[in-house]
C-alpha cells in the first residue's frame, strides 16, 4: 500500500512539475529582434541574453541577423522583426521616405565606431594622410560603418572622393576575404575580422574608426510606433533587461564579459575574444545607460549631411523616445 501512495505522489509531482515548466514558458512573451550583424561590439546585449535577463523580465528573445541596417529595417517595416537593432540612419532614411509608420529609436547601445582600419603592413607610425593615393575598401553608401569613415577623412583634410579610391562594391562581411585575397591596400573591419587578419598575417590595425571619430551614436533600438504603443510593456522590458547587460558589462573585467559571451561566438576562440572585448573596452565603446540624447542625434544628422545622405533635419522629438531608457534607469 505505500508502495502504491508513493508511487502515486511521485506522479503527481511530476505532473505538477511538467505544469510549472509549461507554465513559466507560457508566460514568457515572445520577442523577435534583428541584429544590424553578429558581433562582439554588441557584447553587452549579448551578456544580457546569456544572463537570461530578458527571461528575467518575461522574454522569449529571438536574436536573428540581418547583414545590413537596410535589411534590419525592412524587416522591422514588414513585421518580420518586432524590434531592430541598426544604425539610427535607417529610421532617418526611412522617415524622409515617408514611412507611414515611424520606426523611433528607443534605446542607445554603442557610442563610438567599431570598425578599424587595416594595413598590409605594421603602421607604428600611422596618420591619415598615408591613405592618400590609396586604395581601400570601403563600406556600403549611406551606411554607418562608411560615413564615419568619409566623416573622419574630412576632418584630417581628406577628400573622399578626390584623394584616394574607396571601393563600396564588396557586399558586408566579404571585405576581409578580399582584402585577404590581395584587393586593396587598406580596409575597414569589424571584429572579429579586424583580428582574424592580425592572426592570419593578412593585415595590422593602424587605427580606430571609433577613437578617431569621437563619440558617436552608432547602433540603437528602434521599432515601429504602432508596436510601441501596443506593446509598450515588451519594449520596456527589452529595455530594462539591456540596461541590466549594460552594468554589467561596466562592473566587470574584460575576461568576465568574454566568458560569459563566449557561447554566442563558438567559433571563436576564448582568447580571441577576450582581446577584442578588450580592445571597445578600452576605447569606451558602450553607454553607462541607453538613453540616446539629443545632442548625439544632431551629430548624427550632420555625419549624414556631410556625406550627402539628408534630405532635411529631422526633429529628435519625432525620432527618439527616452523614456524606456529612463525608466530602466531606476
Known amino acids: 500500500m505505500k508502495r502504491k501512495i508513493a508511487a502515486v505522489f511521485l506522479a503527481v509531482l511530476m505532473v505538477i512539475g511538467c505544469m510549472s515548466v509549461y507554465a513559466g514558458t507560457e508566460e514568457l512573451t515572445e520577442v523577435t529582434l534583428n541584429e544590424v550583424a553578429h558581433s562582439i561590439f554588441y557584447a553587452p546585449q549579448y551578456v544580457a541574453y546569456e544572463k537570461g535577463y530578458f527571461a528575467e523580465e518575461g522574454l522569449d528573445l529571438e536574436i536573428i541577423t540581418g547583414f545590413g541596417a537596410d535589411k534590419v529595417m525592412t524587416a522591422v517595416l514588414s513585421g518580420e522583426a518586432d524590434i531592430g537593432f541598426m544604425g539610427a540612419e535607417a529610421s532617418i532614411y526611412a522617415y524622409q521616405e515617408g514611412a507611414n509608420d515611424a520606426v523611433v529609436n528607443f534605446a542607445q547601445l554603442t557610442q563610438r565606431a567599431g570598425n578599424f582600419l587595416v594595413a598590409r603592413q605594421e603602421m607604428p607610425d600611422f596618420t591619415w594622410e598615408d591613405l592618400k593615393g590609396s586604395k581601400v575598401l570601403g563600406g556600403r553608401k549611406g551606411g554607418m560603418p562608411e560615413m564615419v569613415f568619409e ?87 527589452f529595455t530594462n533587461a539591456l540596461q541590466k547587460g549594460m552594468e554589467y558589462v561596466r562592473e566587470h573585467s574584460p575576461e568576465e564579459i568574454a566568458e560569459v559571451i563566449a557561447p554566442q561566438f563558438p567559433e571563436t576562440d576564448l582568447d580571441t575574444i577576450t582581446t577584442i572585448v578588450k580592445r571597445y573596452y578600452e576605447q569606451d565603446t558602450w553607454k553607462d545607460n541607453l538613453v540616446f540624447e539629443k545632442e548625439s542625434f544632431e551629430l548624427l544628422q550632420d555625419i549624414l549631411e556631410g556625406a550627402g545622405e539628408l534630405k532635411e533635419r529631422v526633429s529628435y522629438n519625432d525620432l527618439v523616445i527616452t523614456d524606456y531608457a529612463e525608466e530602466a534607469l531606476k
Open 151 to 237: 566623416y573622419i577623412l574630412k576632418q584630417n583634410g581628406i577628400g573622399p572622393e578626390t584623394d584616394l579610391e574607396i571601393d563600396q562594391s564588396i557586399d558586408f562581411g566579404s571585405t576581409a576575404a578580399a582584402f585577404s585575397g590581395g584587393l586593396g591596400d587598406f580596409s575597414v573591419e569589424f571584429e572579429p575580422s579586424a583580428t582574424a587578419l592580425e592572426q592570419e598575417g593578412a593585415g595590422y590595425v593602424v587605427a580606430s574608426l571609433g577613437v578617431d571619430s569621437g563619440y558617436v551614436p552608432y547602433t540603437s533600438y528602434s521599432a515601429k510606433t504602432s508596436f510601441m504603443e501596443e506593446h509598450p510593456d515588451v519594449i520596456q522590458k
